[in-house]
């Protein structure tokens, strides 16, 4: 059966692709593009997919980045090599692909974010301005909020980890990234310091920066 | 140059009937032409509070649905000569008044008065979207309480959607003596979170329930402190400059410790 060509197992980080010993890669092709195609909203825009490095030929996994990148989802290696995704932005760069731009568009805000509005956005966000309690940010990209973050951010709502959110005065009711949740501890101090939440050894980590 | 004022708070209790009530007196006091709107459809409180409610003929459904003219349902004020009320219906409910009935009501008025004061209900529903809908400017009344503040900040932003912009706060109640101790929020926790210019710090006064019950505005009464701080916001509104009371040290702490040396 067809649907054994390739399998998607949900994972911490995204979505684990892996296939079937053996098939053939326009077998494989086919399937992943049938999969897209049928619109079931199962690959949302943003969606991290990962492969493992070894289980594909280089020129068949670029072919498959193209084909995911024309529906907005994203494409990587579990482990991607430094050197390796340094020459896949390379090529990105030279072929300018819709979806990705949009991923890597940053929107910005440019007002007090105020209880009950909600920015969702499939790349980053930018906030001149506060986000104030009951106000949230669902972002598939990173967050920077230039005034005093209160509200519920979600940064790397689709999956990225590497996300980050920066605040000047970082006291939000919770901090999402990925798929992690922190919430804010019950006592709640004013910074006086930037600070950044990023995901550090599979926890949220808060520390202050320079700006 | 006339210019209509929708006073709200999202939050029910903090005092827009109150406030509306005050202002429309203060304006009044000062030879202003003012109408009062009450579009509290069902839950009308403005005329007891005017201590008019005797008075009524028509109310602001018979006008928008063409039964009278406005003048007709007007009620003009006891002692304040240019002081007027357009009440409501006590039978009917919001969905009796839409937002496009009200603008054109706004506009008849503006020929006729210089200030027109809107009394909102409470919620973001309709009767608020009917309500803000022909406003200049809004002002906001909050009290410094955590879920008062939280409300107004949703106003604040449901305000800005519907584009307008000229926001001016009124924080109400406030209780000296428990800010000082901290256990009150202060000016700067709510400018912290709404982050708009405050045009009125009002104490909570004994004076107010008793001045409500007898339908006289505290704002005539000269020895309250919640008339002074109303005073004050009427000029703030006719642009003068006027600075706030320091209540919280000076007059109303110390004699408030008065009253406790006397016991």
Known sequence: MSEDIVKIKGTKSGLQLSFHLGADFEAIEQDIRGKLESGSGFFTRGTV??????????????????????????????????????????????????????????????RTLRGGQEIRAKGSVLVCGNVNPGAQIIAGGSIDIRGTCRGMVHAGAYGDSKAVVIADHLMPMQIRIANLIARSPDEMEKTEKAERASIKDGQIVIEPIER | MSEVIVITSGKGGVGKTTTTANLGVGLAMRDKRVVLVDTDTGLRNLDLLLGLENRIMYDLIDVTEGRVPYKKALVRHKKYETLFLLPTSQVKDKSAVNPEQLVKLCDELRKEFDYILIDCPAGIEQGFQTAIAGADCAIVVTMPEISAVRDADKIIGEL????????????????????????????????????????????????????TNRGEPVIAMNDSLAGQAYRNIVGRICGEKIPFMDFPKDTFFTRLKRVFGIQ
């Open chain 1, 49 to 110: 997919i990962q492969v493992a490095p070894d289980a594909l030929k280089k020129e068949d996994r670029e072919r498959l980045r193209k084909l995911f990148s024309q529906h907005g989802v994203l494409f990587r290696t579990t482990e991607p090599v430094v050197l390796q995704t340094a020459s896949e932005t390379a090529v990105e760069s030279k072929v300018p692909v819709q979806p990705e731009e949009d991923l890597q568009q940053m929107q910005v805000v440019n």
């Open chain 2, 160 to 211: 800005n959607r519907a584009d307008k912009d000229s926001i001016k706060l009124i924080v109400n109640r406030i209780r000296p003596q428990m800010v000082e101790k901290g256990d009150m929020l202060d000016m700067d926790d709510i400018n912290d979170i709404l982050s708009i210019d405050c045009i009125g710090q009002v104490p909570d006064d004994e004076k107010v329930v008793t001045s």
